[in-house]
Antibody
Framework: QVQLQESGPGLVKPSGTLSLTCAVS?????????WSWVRQPPGKGLEWIGE???????NYNPSLKSRVTISVDKSKNQFSLKLNSVTAADTAMYYC??????????WGQGALVTVSS | EIVLTQSPGTLSLSPGERATLSCRAS???????LGWYQQKPGQAPRLLIY???SRATGIPDRFSGSGSGTDFTLTISRLEPEDFAVYYC?????????FGQGTKVEIK
């Protein structure tokens, strides 16, 4: 059974860089999946951030593309999210998830990141 | 960018009743890439339906999806206590995934 676990700082200063890692267990990061990030501001809906294939190909949400980098670390079987120039609007629960064809499943439990000085 | 609009915003029903949730797209969506997710408080979303009408693994058959083009529906035939949650539709197009704003199904 595939499991995902997000980790990273829970507090980031405005204008700083948000960095999260998603550790994958039960599957190889080199399997034919897209490794995805989705976020959810408190009390609001879901926003897709982007995804990466094991080859390194990426797709990003155009609204965030200028600030986002998603990368894969095959040696650690994990993938990462970096979001720079953060503001309070980037405060959210950040989920990593697997996409295979049209299915986004499973999801990690989420990591809450607060942007505040 | 395709915008998904879900209705109603909130659905107040009693256990045992039928729930019908709507998801309307701003332009035609490939049925192959239309999904529905359930989210309970404090939990990550869970895939219910993919390809507009296929149930994900372990999803009870009281959940069903239908529709094509710009209009899609999630139906819960008989609400169980554990079904009260927020439901999101989602689509993929032009290398971009978008979600609807969600429908909350609450106990009446």
């Amino acid at each position: 059974q595939v499991q995902l676990q997000e980790s990273g700082p829970g507090l980031v200063k405005p204008s700083g860089t948000l960095s999260l890692t998603c550790a994958v267990s039960g599957d190889s990061i080199s399997s034919p999946n897209w490794w995805s990030w989705v976020r959810q501001p408190p009390g609001k809906g879901l926003e897709w951030i982007g995804e990466i294939y094991h080859s390194g190909s990426t797709n990003y949400n155009p609204s965030l593309k200028s600030r986002v980098t998603i990368s894969v670390d095959k040696s650690k079987n994990q993938f990462s999210l970096k979001l720079n120039s953060v503001t309070a609007a980037d405060t959210a629960m950040y989920y990593c998830a697997i996409r295979y064809l049209s299915k986004i499943d499973p999801w990690g439990q989420g990591a809450l990141v607060t942007v505040s000085s | 960018e395709i915008v998904l609009t879900q209705s109603p915003g909130t659905l107040s029903l009693s256990p045992g009743e039928r729930a019908t949730l709507s998801c309307r797209a701003s332009q035609s969506v490939s049925s192959s890439y239309l999904g529905w997710y359930q989210q309970k408080p404090g939990q990550a979303p869970r895939l219910l339906i993919y390809g507009a009408s296929s149930r994900a693994t372990g999803i009870p058959d009281r959940f069903s999806g239908s529709g094509s083009g710009t209009d899609f529906t999630l139906t819960i035939s008989r609400l169980e206590p554990e079904d009260f949650a927020v439901y999101y539709c989602q689509q993929y197009g032009s290398s971009l995934w978008t979600f609807g704003q969600g429908t909350k199904v609450e106990i009446k």
